[in-house]
């Protein structure tokens, strides 16, 4: 009987999920829409009963050895979800014990999406040997997940590991959080949506994002037009680069990493994010670091990696107890 997880990433429009096995291959996925929910009761309850359904469209005799959940906000210790900005239910929802009141698997484990990433990096992705790495994911937000010795980094109540919500500039652009200035506002995909329209602003270069709204403007469009060589996108990129590797170097002070992965959106930009974070990461180093952090690209590749990064929770969680 073949040994799987489910992994579940709980987005702000849809919760993806999927059936893994102990080599990251998914067997089988769906989907339901996050946002159509505001009781979580309700939202839980029409999960579960998707999971089973998924289930049963296999022909393959399972051993489900647990579920693992990414999810904004999401308490490692507490097993809850704790004020999500970006989901409709609000306060704190006890997922985990929700779910275990409809499904009965040894292990129901959750975490933030970024270190459910960071944990499928290192069981089935580019740090697989390393002990020591920073995951960030850059997407609708920054998030990040901090491996020592190969540990999750949890802090005392769970929730350590906000680099996205360090602060690049006190009095700088205003924050989903409440506050100014955080890294997440600067180096997400609507970060550097705000960087184009501040230059398009401040610069008279034209540019094929001027006739573009704001509404309209995605973080592709100004992929592609840097790809076409327009000086406002490629500036912007520079830009990003530049808060984000400076943000990367104070990182690396307090853990030493062996390696930071980009994962996201934002960092399917290749070249034109890498380049100059790496430049800027590497100036603002302090000398005993300097050229010794890797800074790669997440091989969690593809439409699956949110639900791998979930799934490789549980193996992290019955290996730890073993």
Same mark, same amino acid.
């Given at each position: 009987?073949?040994?799987? $997880? ?33 009781? $979580?009761? *309700? ?32 308490? !490692? ?17 006890? #997922?985990?014990?929700? @779910? ?16 459910? $990433? ?5 069981? !089935? &992705? ?15 937000? =920054?998030?990040?997940?901090?491996? =020592? ?37 600067? %180096? ?12 398009? $602003? ?22 592609? %037009? ?5 000086? @406002? ?7 990003? &680069?530049?808060?984000? &590797? #400076? ?5 690396? %002070? ?7 992965? #980009? ?15 790496? !430049? !800027? ?11 010794? =952090? ?5 091989? *969690? ?16 969680? #019955?290996?730890?107890?073993?």
């Amino acid at each position: 009987m073949k040994e799987v $997880a489910i992994g579940i990433d709980i987005g702000g429009t849809n919760t993806v999920f999927g059936i893994v096995d102990k080599k990251g291959n998914c067997i089988i996925k769906n989907s339901i829409s996050t946002d159509a929910y505001d009781d $979580a009761k *309700l939202y839980v309850k029409d999960l579960c009963i998707s999971i089973i359904e998924t289930i049963k469209l296999t022909d393959e005799d399972f051993e489900i050895k647990g579920i693992g959940l990414g999810a904004p906000n999401g308490n !490692y210790y507490k097993g809850t979800i704790e004020f999500a900005p970006n989901l409709k239910f609000k306060g704190i929802i006890p #997922l985990v014990d929700m @779910i275990k009141n409809q499904l009965e698997y040894p292990v129901i484990i959750l975490t933030n999406d970024a270190n459910a $990433a960071a944990i499928g990096e290192m069981i !089935y &992705g580019g740090a697989k040997d390393m002990k020591n790495f920073i995951m960030i994911t850059l997407g609708t937000g =920054v998030g990040s997940g901090i491996i =020592v010795n190969g540990e999750l980094v949890y802090g005392h109540d769970g929730f350590a590991g906000e680099i996205g919500h360090t602060i690049v500039d006190p009095n700088g652009r205003m924050c989903g959080c409440g506050r100014k200035g955080c890294l997440e506002t600067y %180096a997400s995909a609507p970060g550097i949506k705000r960087t184009v329209f501040e230059l398009l $602003a401040n610069l008279n270069e034209p540019s094929e994002l001027r006739d573009v709204s704001c509404n309209d403007l995605s973080a592709k469009m100004i992929d592609n %037009a840097a790809l076409n060589g327009d000086k @406002i996108a490629l500036e912007s990129f520079e830009f990003t &680069g530049k808060i984000l &590797g #400076l943000k990367l170097a104070d990182a690396i %002070a307090h853990t030493s990493p062996e390696a930071i992965f #980009l994962f996201g959106g934002l960092a399917q930009a290749g070249d034109l994010i890498f380049k100059p974070t790496l !430049y !800027y990461m590497e100036k603002n180093l302090l000398n005993i670091f300097k050229n010794k =952090v890797k800074l790669l690209p997440s091989q *969690l590749e593809g439409s699956d990696a949110a639900i791998l990064g979930a799934s490789a929770l549980v193996w992290k969680e #019955l290996d730890s107890v073993s």
